[in-house]
């Protein structure tokens, strides 16, 4: 029985000793989401929850929230996006 006989294997991204990443962008459970609370209207947030349909931040990122955002830190640019937002009429209507 022979053994067969194999070539090396090419690694896409490789150059010597140094690895390249390509960045892409995904929409669905990508990017910093998981490292920040994000902003997002209260109300996407139940329906989320009831649905599982994801939300998309003011910073633009989309995901499904299953975490407790209390215990991340603001997204910089969420905070950023919503400092920079007229003020609202209050919840009791005055």
Wanted: proline share 12%.
């Amino acid at each position: 029985m022979s053994t067969p006989t194999t070539a090396p294997l090419q690694t896409p991204g490789l150059a010597g000793d140094t690895l390249l990443e390509e960045r892409t962008d995904h929409g669905l459970d990508d990017g910093d989401h998981e490292r920040f609370a994000h902003y997002v209207q209260k109300a996407k947030v139940v329906e989320s929850a009831v649905t599982g349909k994801p939300i998309r931040a003011l910073c633009g990122k989309v995901w499904v929230p299953n975490r407790d955002p209390s215990k991340f830190p603001i997204c910089p640019d969420c905070k950023k996006i919503h400092d920079g937002l007229p003020p609202g009429k209050p919840a009791d209507g005055s």
